[in-house]
């Protein structure tokens, strides 16, 4: 029933002559002061009935996430072009601390087996090994940090990535790695 229809019908129902009570003071305005008027105590009883209920519980929940973008492999223009010949680059890893500031990564790409490549902003490449059961494969189109920890880092044995197709891995460990000489 809406709030007009039930004010309406309590309004009709105040209005219409009523029996008298069986003993003074019974009646549905009897706790209404007597100094006001009739059809302010009427319409005061009505109103209190219409009112919404107060809230006694509000709730913010807050959901951050982290989105990983995929970095563009090398675009070869012409497969006739011949240029200049280079020898590949060798890298050679390098033991690091267990957490990356999640603001310094540009980007990120699936290397072989259970590795991800982490492009950070000042130039520095980390590899990041997902557990065994993870393949970088499902890393392909970038990840996402689901709910990440309040430090604003991305920490091995704590952390999880999310895959655009719902896979989850917990990231085991990462090495930076360097260019040999």
Not at 56 to 81: D, K
Not at 93 to 119: H, Q, W, Y
Request: one cysteine or more.
């Amino acid at each position: 029933m809406s709030p007009l229809v039930a004010l309406l019908t309590n309004l009709s129902l105040a209005l219409t002559p009523q029996p008298a009570p069986l003993h003074p003071g019974a009646g549905p305005l009897a706790e209404m002061p007597a100094s006001e008027s009739d059809a302010f105590a009427v319409w005061r009883h009505l109103t209190v009935q219409i009112d919404p209920p107060v809230a006694s519980q509000v709730r913010i929940e807050q959901h951050i996430i982290f989105r990983i973008v995929p970095m563009p492999g090398p675009v070869r223009q012409h497969t006739t072009a011949q240029g200049p010949t280079r020898e590949p680059l060798r890298l050679s890893e390098r033991k690091m601390g267990d957490c990356v500031r999640m603001n310094t990564i540009a980007g990120g790409r699936p290397a072989s087996g259970s590795r991800l490549l982490l492009f950070l902003r000042d130039r520095r490449l980390i590899a990041a090994d997902l557990e065994t059961a993870c393949s970088a494969r499902d890393f392909y189109r970038g990840f996402y940090v689901d709910k990440p920890h309040a430090d604003g880092q991305l920490c091995a044995s704590r952390d999880r990535v999310l895959s655009r197709s719902g896979v989850r891995c917990e990231i085991a460990r990462f090495r930076m790695l360097v260019a040999e000489n």
